[in-house]
């Protein structure tokens, strides 16, 4: 075997220090699962190991003292023991996509393939954890950036009419106030009705104790199984059966009509409270609406009041759209500014038609 160049070996030892660390990032996430999540990740674990030998392998004398993994394994690691699982696993994922075996003639082609299936056992690992947190989080993300954008749109446009800051705050609390409000009322009003549609469609338990009274040769209880989809003829069949174990054991009627219907006391939950989604919407909302607001409430210079309130609003749509970019397996920093610009391009056309109404009635 030829000797190694030093570029070879700071690359390697790169490899292998990345590879410790993602090994350990993935026992860390299993010490808080059990049972096929617990052993899922542990074998991917071993399998980074198997990758971790790989490169001390082809460093031989030249492995050296233990280096420092890249910033972003480093990153993994940390919220893997402190924020748990879904935001590490959707790094890890976006990790294994990224691999950089691919364009490395010293990787093994067994590697790069271990390294692609990586990434589609973490995707799904993580689809458990997106699932649960999808309408809370779209909830609290929307909420957010809706009052970010349209509160600093709305002052922004006041300010370029010319009004002095007294009026512009005003604005800012009323814009924050009404908008928080509509989102609350929206929310209540969205959650409510979407369980009262749910509740519409859960079958009455006490039709159950009349079918036994029900004409056999008629058999209507099959037009109720066809009604939810079943064909004809296996409507017939299951109806035939539920008479004959009626008859021929007496068995409850409880269950006959709900058997075949989805647990909609499970939607439900999904669903959520009214109140408690219509608080949450509000406070997003308001959280969100305070920030362009509050430069205004020191008396500073329109100006630099207004530039401030930018670069608040900025730093806050590059912090959600980077959440949201971790979450979804995707560049945060590209999702961070897709955010920004659409935030910014809102309060920049604000801004402008602003200052064409004010020099219009001046």
């Not at 299993?30 to 490169?55: N, P, Q, V």
């Not at 004959?244 to 409270?273: C, H, Q, R």
């Not at 406070?283 to 670069?311: H, N, R, S, Y």
Request: with cysteine; charged share 20%; aromatic share 6%.
């Amino acid at each position: 075997m030829t000797e190694p160049t030093r570029k070879q070996i700071r690359r390697w030892q790169r490899y292998l220090a990345n590879e410790r660390a993602e090994a350990a990032v993935y026992r860390e996430l299993a010490m808080s699962k059990e049972g096929t999540e617990r052993d899922i990740l542990l074998a991917i674990a071993d399998a980074e190991s198997r990758h971790e030998e790989h490169w001390r392998r082809l460093l031989g004398n030249h492995v050296g003292m233990p280096q420092r993994p890249d910033l972003s394994t480093l990153c993994m690691g940390f919220m893997a023991k402190r924020f748990g699982s879904v935001f590490t696993l959707a790094l890890m994922q976006s990790a294994e996509t990224r691999t950089p075996y691919a364009k490395d003639e010293d990787a093994t082609a067994q590697m790069i393939a271990d390294e692609r299936i990586h990434a589609e056992i973490v995707r799904g690992l993580a689809a458990r954890g997106r699932e649960e947190m999808s309408g809370n989080f779209r909830a609290a993300v929307f909420g957010a950036n809706d009052g970010l954008v349209s509160n600093l749109a709305l002052v922004l446009g006041v300010m370029a009419a010319g009004v002095d800051n007294r009026l512009i705050l005003l604005t800012g609390i009323s814009g924050l106030l009404s908008g928080a409000l509509s989102m609350g009322a929206g929310e209540y009003v969205s959650v409510c009705s979407q369980k009262e549609l749910l509740d519409a469609s859960t079958p009455d338990p006490e039709t159950s104790s009349e079918v036994p009274r029900l004409d056999v040769d008629a058999n209507e209880l099959a037009l109720v199984y066809r009604a939810r989809g079943m064909s004809e003829e296996d409507a017939e069949v299951k109806a035939r059966r539920v008479f004959a174990e009626l008859k021929a054991t007496g068995m409850t009627t409880e269950s006959v009509i709900t058997e075949d219907e989805p647990a909609t006391s499970e939607d439900a939950d999904v669903v959520g409270s009214g109140w408690s989604a219509a608080v949450s919407s509000f406070m997003f909302f308001g959280t969100g609406a305070l920030v362009p607001v509050i430069p205004f409430f020191f008396g500073l210079d329109q100006l630099v009041a207004g530039v401030l309130a930018c670069v608040l609003v900025g730093i806050a749509l590059m912090f959600t759209g980077g959440i949201v970019g971790v979450l979804s397996g995707a560049s945060p920093w590209r999702r961070g500014l897709r955010q920004l610009a659409i935030g910014l391009g809102a309060a920049a056309v604000t801004y402008a038609l602003g200052r064409a109404f004010g020099v219009a009635v001046g």
